[in-house]
């Protein structure tokens, strides 16, 4: 509500509308994950980017989303997050 000057509930009618709008455009999308392009390649590639770039787990291939979120406290095998990278 600091970012948007709107009322908790208008923002919600507005969050709510344009998630109706992606899954009106993009339904096809999103009911399956089966597509040409995501091979086992593809997926050794993501794995080795995440391993490259500091990731702890070593059978990771992807995220469900990919949200910045900051978070409190780092602990083991984690770091500050910083939102501009």
């Known amino acids: 509500m600091t970012v948007f000057p709107r009322t908790r509930c208008e ?3 507005i969050f709510n509308q344009v ?3 992606i899954y009106r455009n993009h339904a ?4 399956t994950i089966n597509r ?3 091979t086992r390649h593809v997926l050794e ?3 080795a980017a995440l391993i490259r770039n500091g990731s702890p787990y070593k059978e990771c291939f ?3 989303d990919g949200t910045v979120r ?3 406290r780092p602990n083991k095998n984690q ?3 910083n939102k501009n990278t």
Do not use: A, N, T
Request: hydrophobic share 45%; aromatic share 12%.
């Open 45 to 47: 590639d993501f794995r």
């Open 70 to 72: 900051p978070i409190c």
């Open 28 to 31: 096809h999308k999103l009911k």
């Open 11 to 13: 923002l919600s009618r």
């Open 19 to 21: 998630l109706l709008e």
């Open 36 to 38: 040409p392009w995501i």
């Open 79 to 81: 770091k500050q997050v």
């Open 62 to 64: 992807g995220f469900l």
